[in-house]
């Protein structure tokens, strides 16, 4: 069973906003889940820290539909992954290193057939407004394909929250940005922070410490270590180092 | 948004891309035209060859490969840019995405044919077109509709393939011979023999029933064919 969680009086159990209970996903004959069990309160903040391959992304992408777990039960939002994923898709916003966005169209349209897709009733609004945020106005004309690959990720980040999701999943977002947009990403994050429910896989102990309030450790498909925040990046590092083979820590 | 609205969503972004790129329309329509060319000095060697009783097999042969090169085309980008996932995470039902997707297709073939038809008939239909044109109109729909909606569920299947390219046509040529031997017979009745909509109606019905096929069972597998 996934742990409850309580608010700060010890007494009033959360909402739970997302809730894994063995989670098995195989490849082939390869398993890269191998049992996960944890849960997330409406609001809370996991960040999931691994090497390579240790099946964080999988993840993310079997809480956001887009790959099916083999065993086990997901529910995000209230809803089955598998059985009931519209809702969940809905309810979910998911932030890569790749952009998902068509190089050939411009910034504006990119957004305006994801709009039509979510079915965003004050579409031209709320682009308008997400630009305006991203500080993408100026370019919103111009093909993607020109874009540099910090407002690319910006512009992801407008497709990812365009149709107000209540649960985002971050999967290294702050890879291969310039330090103004990690700035932007950061302070978009923190705007937005009450009012959603994340998941952030990342290398990054420093970015993952900050924001997270869970934080977990995966390792060859298997949860290694979890706790709650409040742990101190040089003894967070050497838990790394601890649990994982490959301990290099960013 | 309903799935109509959704299906307009995609259909109005893929023609924006395509008409700004023309990456499938312009391969496309060289080699539709390129093969009439290449038919056209082939079978006039001879000045007296009568071409009438080729014309199907020509027609039909050149527009299947040319949509080919287009299959190929309409999930790589797609896939290069991880933009599936994109369209994937959306709510919008599986199906819903391969009625977009072939009609999209089934529009770029059609731009390919209005281009084509015409010097096809130029090359090798010698009078009495304007007479079949209901007939050859029916015959275009239907085996256009068979060849877009089995095209998209089999390029589908091989986007998720390292060997995608050369999958298409390994899957895609043996299935559509049954629609393509119709398409022939009856293009051939039409432009060689006069034959009208009554005269070729049994090979319409078999194209129907082609389309029918095809378009459940991508209905009843496309969530798996477009997944993992």
């Known amino acids: ?250 | 948004m309903s799935g109509w609205g959704q299906i307009g969503a995609i259909l109005r972004k893929d023609l924006i891309r395509e008409l700004r790129t023309r990456d499938m329309l312009v391969s496309m329509a060289l080699f539709a035209l390129l093969a009439m060319v290449i038919f056209h000095w082939a079978f006039t060697v001879r000045g007296d060859t009568d071409l009438t009783y080729f014309t199907g097999g020509m027609l039909w042969v050149t527009f299947v490969f040319a949509m080919l090169l287009g299959l190929n085309r309409s999930f790589a980008q797609e896939k290069d840019e991880h933009c599936l996932d994109g369209l994937l995470l959306c709510p919008v039902d599986r199906v819903t995405i391969f009625l977009a997707k072939t009609v999209g297709n089934l529009v770029f073939l059609l731009i390919i044919q209005a281009v084509a038809v015409p010097v096809f008939v130029l090359f090798f239909v010698e009078g009495g077109f304007l007479e079949g044109l209901p007939a050859f109109l029916a015959v275009l729909l239907l085996a256009d509709l068979g060849i877009c909606a089995l095209g998209t569920l089999l390029a589908t299947i091989s986007m998720n393939t390292r060997s995608r390219d050369l999958l298409l046509p390994i899957l895609f040529l043996p299935l559509i011979v049954p629609l393509l031997v119709a398409a022939t017979s009856a293009t051939t009745l039409v432009l060689a023999d006069g034959a009208g909509v009554r005269e070729i109606g049994g090979r319409l019905l078999f194209m129907l029933g082609f389309d029918a096929v095809f378009l459940v069972v991508a209905w009843g597998t496309y969530d798996f064919a477009i997944g993992e």
């Open chain 1, 1 to 250: 069973m996934a742990a409850a969680h309580y608010r700060r009086d010890g007494a009033t159990p959360l909402e739970i906003e997302i809730e894994v209970e063995g989670l098995r996903k195989t490849f082939g004959r390869r398993e890269v889940l191998k049992g996960l069990t944890f849960s997330v309160p409406r609001g809370g903040f996991l960040s999931i820290f691994g090497p390579n391959g240790a099946g964080k992304t999988t993840t993310l992408r079997v809480l956001a539909t887009l790959l099916t777990a083999r065993e086990g039960s997901v529910k995000v939002a209230g809803h089955d992954v598998r059985e009931d994923p519209m809702p969940v898709r809905r309810a979910v916003g998911f932030i890569s290193h790749n952009a998902m966005l068509y190089p050939d169209l411009t910034a504006q349209e990119n957004l305006r057939f994801y709009a039509d897709m979510y079915g965003v009733a004050d579409r031209e609004a709320r682009i308008t407004e997400l630009l305006e945020r991203l500080e993408l106005s100026a370019r919103r004309h111009d093909a993607v394909r020109a874009y540099s690959k910090g407002m690319r990720q910006r512009l992801a980040i407008a497709r990812a929250i365009l149709h107000r999701p209540r649960v985002l999943l971050l999967d290294e977002p702050h890879s291969g940005l310039d330090p103004r947009a990690v700035d932007i990403l950061d302070g978009l994050l923190t705007d937005i922070r009450e009012e959603h429910t994340f998941v952030m896989v990342t290398h990054d102990i420093a970015k993952g410490l900050e924001w997270g309030s869970q934080l977990m450790i995966v390792e060859g498909g298997r949860i290694v270590y979890e706790r709650a925040a409040g742990v101190d990046r040089d003894s967070f590092s050497a838990v790394y180092r601890e649990h994982v083979r490959d301990g290099s820590v960013l």
